[in-house]
Nanobody, 114 residues
Framework: QLQLVESGGGLVQPGGSLRLSCAAA????????MGWYRQAPGKQRELVAT?????NYADSVKGRFTISRDNAKNTVYLQMNSQKPEDTAVYYC??????????WGQGTQVTVSS
């Protein structure tokens, strides 16, 4: 498995923006998919966005969040704009390699509140 180091979480006001980063380190083979999931208190973990040549977004974030990758740095980003209180959650980075191995980051808290 890869080591995933996340950064960029924090407190933001409604309508504000945050950018999350996730860098993959370790024995890096071919990375197939990189993405973000989130888990709010009392809820199941849910997909936010993924990138594997095609980007995929949850309906709840379409038009507000943008996922991007820097393959040279094995890093994935999540730009979050026009944030809402319901975006409050712990955000997890996820990486799937072509070998099928799955790695998760430690999670970073995002709180949207005035």
């Amino acid at each position: 498995q890869l080591q995933l180091v996340e950064s960029g979480g924090g407190l933001v006001q409604p309508g504000g923006s945050l950018r999350l980063s996730c860098a993959a380190a370790g024995t890096i083979l071919s990375i197939y998919r990189m993405g973000w999931y989130r888990q709010a208190p009392g809820k199941q973990r849910e997909l936010v966005a993924t990138s594997d040549g095609i980007t995929n977004y949850a309906d709840s974030v379409k038009g507000r969040f943008t996922i991007s990758r820097d393959n040279a740095k094995n890093t994935v980003y999540l730009q979050m704009n026009s944030q809402k209180p319901e975006d409050t959650a712990v955000y997890y980075c996820n990486v799937i390699s072509y070998s099928g191995s799955v790695s998760w980051g430690q999670g970073t808290q995002v709180t949207v509140s005035s």
